[in-house]
């Protein structure tokens, strides 16, 4: 299942920065089942985090670095997440 939470940045000038904040915060209970991209208005993504069969451990709390300075800050962003194997929830 892939589920997609968008944030809207209106009214400022110019690109991100290069060094953008993304903070997440995802309950689930095998985080290595997770791939989470960074979609740019135009459709870029950026990775910020790959799937992983060895780790276990429960939810994706963390804060990720992007460079960004490429795309236009404003427009509609979203935040894309990836169930990629079955057999738990969250």
């Known amino acids: 299942t892939t589920v997609e939470s968008p944030i809207s940045v209106s009214g400022r000038s110019g690109n991100a920065p290069s060094s953008t904040s993304v903070a997440v915060d995802i309950r689930h209970t095998y985080r290595g089942d ?24 429960d939810n994706v709390i963390a804060t990720y670095t992007v460079n960004l300075s490429s795309e236009l800050i404003n427009g509609t962003w979203k935040l894309r997440v990836r169930d990629i194997y079955s057999g738990d929830t969250g």
């Open 34 to 57: 997770l791939q989470i991209d960074l979609v740019a208005p135009d459709g870029s993504l950026y990775r910020l985090k790959n799937t992983s069969s060895s780790d276990s451990a």
